[in-house]
């Protein structure tokens, strides 16, 4: 089959490192390829610049008069194996920042998709959609009083349930907050006669016990902490001084990305 070269070669002489088109790939599919069969592999890269152009690949548009037409899908494929002969792997790469310099820095490797399906991540995987954390009941612990947080079940009739401490001992609940968020307020739910359980937040390091207040307030008002940027040792530390009587139903955290 006749190849075509539609780009300039990159390399030390014409016969390697092209860029070529090939009408068609065995599947049928119409294929750009990189190369000769006995070279390395390849980086299609944009051109250079004082802070880099980006580089987009994007699926086709459908026709400009297409009425309700479908765009094109964006697949990427790693290579083939024949046999028992394992596929290749799909593997994102980055190069995080270093010192002050003019070298380039290195590139280390992010996440990789393997042949059976499993993504391994460098890092935490975010959406960027989430707003909230909930709170759970068995979030809360109780404090050293000596007995534990209790569910409290007379209400299973009536399919009502809640939690409460002994007697008037508080109540923690410990947040984390996911890479790449920040902790801008807290809820806790409950019932409460004649008055609210008080309600406060700490940042806490899980290397110490020592920790900083970022808000106080009441149960079933959200409060307006100050911002906690999720660290590699930070979590939030919820206390509720709960009042004997005093139901706690839930609650959560608002996050936002940073």
Same mark, same amino acid.
């Given at each position: 089959m006749a190849i075509k070269y539609i780009g300039k070669?990159?390399?030390d002489t014409p016969a390697k490192r092209k860029f070529q088109r090939k009408?068609?790939?065995d599947a049928g599919n119409n294929t750009i390829q990189v190369g000769t069969k006995d070279t390395d592999g390849f980086i299609l890269q944009a051109t +250079? +610049? +004082?802070n880099g152009n980006d580089l987009i690949i994007k699926g086709g548009d459908c026709g400009v008069n297409k009425l309700n037409g479908a765009g094109g899908d964006l697949q @990427?494929?790693?290579g083939r194996g024949t046999g028992s002969g394992a596929s290749g792997e799909i593997s994102f790469r980055l190069f995080p920042a270093g010192g002050s310099g003019t070298s380039y820095n290195s590139a280390v490797e992010k996440a990789v998709l393997n042949e059976l399906g499993n993504l391994q991540i460098d890092g935490r995987l975010t959406e960027s959609s989430r707003t909230r954390i909930k709170i759970l009941p068995r979030d809360f612990t109780a404090d050293d009083g000596g007995r534990p947080v209790l569910m409290d079940d007379t209400g299973a009739a009536s399919e009502q349930f809640f939690i409460e401490s002994h007697s008037s001992n508080p @109540?923690?609940?410990t947040v984390d907050i996911p890479t790449?968020?920040?902790a801008t307020a807290v809820m806790i739910f409950g019932n409460f006669t004649p008055s609210p359980d008080a309600v406060e937040v700490w940042e806490m390091q899980i290397? +110490?016990?020592t920790g900083v207040s970022k808000g106080t307030g009441n149960v079933?008002?959200?409060i307006n902490i100050t911002d906690v940027t999720s660290s590699t040792t930070n979590y939030l530390l919820i206390q509720v001084v709960n009042a004997s009587g005093n139901e706690v139903h839930g609650g959560y955290v608002t996050i936002a990305a940073v």
């Open positions: 070669y990159v390399g009408a068609k790939d +250079s +610049s +004082s @990427l494929f790693a @109540l923690y609940a790449g968020y920040k290397n +110490s016990k079933d008002t959200e």
